[in-house]
């Protein structure tokens, strides 16, 4: 097939998703690469398509549903997706020097980065006066160092790696996964020069002889979630009532827990919602009101249930 296709797709949800089959001709998978080492990005990263796990839907969307080798002795991959997107594939490649050197060359030129941004928030630290101002200057000054031009990411961190390397170190993943974390950097330290204040002198308390109470940390539930075979997978959100009972939503195991003072567990709604065909699917947020009504919303279901007397 041609290294490039513009294709058009109807309007579709992850519960209604778009199928989409590529097919690879094998001659150009590199020797010992399979249909299952193929990896899949879509719109350049960072993040690899995970296979499906709820199947015929996208879930997660997007995610790949189907590996094949074919009787042709070409690959067929199959994914299910909310969007039409543009879709990359690639395979794990080590550079000579094997694969630690390249992360060492990676990991250096990162901290650089943190390096260069640190100094500028200490600056603004220093001076909140005329923080607004060191605060510009420091983000051109990283922009134009580590993000713009002919030292931007591409042709600066990952390029003078492979460079030095021979060779890219992966192709597609490791390369954007490098972006997204520069890039998440700068985010987190420019919001840390913008919530930056200055140091208010405090007087010198008086010192005090107090009693340090006992801390007790106590699990109150746990993945095999009420033990009797309704399991908790990826704990989203937490509500507590009035009579100190505590509710958890599991996002993961489409379920939610009530926890009572003495350690009693429920599970009071699980996949099948209300019973009546209105089904629970990743639940993230659970509140309680003063009556005691338990409430849940379901993300990939897209409703929200109302549980009495749980």
């Known amino acids: 097939m041609p290294g490039w296709q513009n294709l058009t797709a109807p309007p579709a949800t992850a519960l209604d998703p778009l199928l989409l089959v590529f097919r690879i001709d094998t001659s150009r998978v590199p020797a010992g690469e399979d249909e299952n080492s193929i990896q899949i990005f879509k719109d350049g990263g960072p993040s690899l398509i995970q296979n499906c796990t709820g199947a015929p839907q996208a879930i997660p969307d997007p995610c790949v549903s189907g590996r094949e080798l074919l009787g042709d002795g070409n690959i067929q991959l ?25 992360l060492a060359g990676k990991t250096k030129c990162v901290n650089k980065k943190t390096e260069g941004l640190l100094k500028c928030i200490g600056k603004c630290q220093k001076n909140p006066a005329k923080c607004g101002s060191v605060q510009t200057a420091c983000e051109a000054k990283v922009i134009a160092k580590f993000d713009g031009g002919t030292k931007g990411i591409a042709s600066g961190c990952i390029g003078k790696l492979e460079i030095k390397n021979d060779g890219p170190c992966l192709t597609f993943g490791d390369t954007v996964s490098l972006e997204a974390k520069i890039d998440a950097f700068v985010a987190d330290a420019k919001a840390e020069l913008e919530n930056a204040t200055a140091p208010t002198p405090t007087p010198t308390p008086t010192p005090t002889v107090t009693a340090t109470p006992t801390q007790v940390v106590t699990e109150i539930i746990d993945s095999t979630g009420d033990g ?5 997978s990826l704990p989203e959100d937490i509500a507590v009532d009035g009579s100190g009972n505590v509710y958890v939503a599991g996002n993961s195991s489409d379920n939610a827990f009530k926890i009572t003072p003495g350690g009693v567990i429920t599970e009071i709604i699980d996949s099948t919602g ?4 209105n089904s629970l699917n990743n639940p993230t947020n659970i509140a309680v009101d003063v009556s005691g009504k338990v409430y849940v919303a379901g993300l990939l279901s897209h409703n929200a249930f109302r549980i009495s007397n749980p």
Do not use: E, M
């Open 78 to 102: 199959t994914i299910l997706t909310s969007s039409a997107s543009v879709w990359n594939f690639g395979v794990a490649q080590a550079p000579p020097g094997g694969p630690n050197k390249c």
């Open 228 to 232: 009797t075979g309704n399991p908790l």
């Open 274 to 277: 209300d019973g009546a065909g």
